[in-house]
């Protein structure tokens, strides 16, 4: 018998995969990292298995890094290193529960190894306008001159591509989540083949608010997902990757519930 599954959430730094992580912990079937000693409770710090040191996870960095694109088949793609994620999580998470969400903004350059390592594991990408990451992002010191949007696209350009290898998959878009938060929930609990149960979105606000009038000049865009320019989201349809139909349609069937 399976003691759990992972769902892994994945997105570059400011995308808002904190707030999807604490989303999904609320249905009492998700087991979450809680009072960690480390920034978010992100699990990539601690574990050894897999290299996390100051040169790993660098924001506006690690995603185009080749070195940090861990694919099924590279030299972490072993039993000796599952072994070790799972003694160095155990400890953190609470038992009993059927599964176990792990959110660091570098597993979106691990997916592919984490399938392969899990391969029951299910993943949620987590995507933000690439204007309102950018301007995020100079809070902590990535200023204009960096281009930070242009290694947004390089990275997404990654992830699209590594999505093809994934068997179970879903992209949210942040801008989605927090414009109708109650239908997204429901997806992602759909996706996961959860029973629903009414969670508390109170606390879920728009962050881009604050960003709007700079992103309105802004140039940043991605056609594949919906991203236009002047900070603008159109519609997109909804990249949901599943093995069995019955949770796919179950999931999209949540996403196309009205507002």
């Not at 400011?14 to 009492?28: C, E, F, I, K, M």
């Not at 861990?70 to 529960?97: I, K, Q, S």
Request: charged fraction near 20%.
């Amino acid at each position: 018998m399976i003691p759990h599954r992972y769902v892994f959430v994945a997105g570059l730094h400011r995308s808002g995969t904190s707030l999807v992580a604490q989303l999904l912990a609320q249905h009492p079937a998700i087991a979450a990292i809680t009072g960690a000693p480390v920034p978010e409770n992100e699990g990539c710090y601690l574990q050894g298995a897999i290299p996390h040191t100051a040169r790993h996870g660098i924001p506006g960095h690690f995603a185009t890094d080749p070195a940090q694109h861990h694919v099924e088949g590279c030299a972490l793609d072993m039993l000796a290193t599952r072994e070790r994620l799972e003694a160095d999580w155990n400890p953190w998470f609470p038992a009993g529960a059927a599964w176990r969400v792990e959110k660091s903004p570098v597993n979106l350059t691990r997916m592919r190894l984490l399938q392969s390592l899990y391969p029951l594991a299910q993943f949620v990408v987590v995507t933000r306008h690439p204007a309102f990451v950018d301007l995020a992002m100079r809070k902590w010191g990535i200023g204009p001159e960096d281009a930070f949007s242009g290694h947004w696209r390089a990275a997404h350009d990654t992830v699209m591509e590594d999505l093809t290898y994934l068997h179970a998959a879903m992209v949210l878009r942040y801008e989605d989540l927090v414009s109708d938060p109650e239908c997204h929930v429901a997806a992602l609990w759909a996706f996961l083949g959860l029973d629903p149960v009414a969670p508390d979105v109170a606390h879920v606000r728009d962050g881009n608010v604050r960003y709007r009038e700079d992103a309105a000049s802004h140039d940043a865009a991605y056609e594949a997902l919906g991203y236009a320019t002047g900070g603008r989201t159109e519609s997109s349809p909804p990249i949901v990757r599943h093995p069995l139909r019955q949770v796919r349609e179950a999931t999209l069937a949540a996403l196309a519930s009205p507002p």
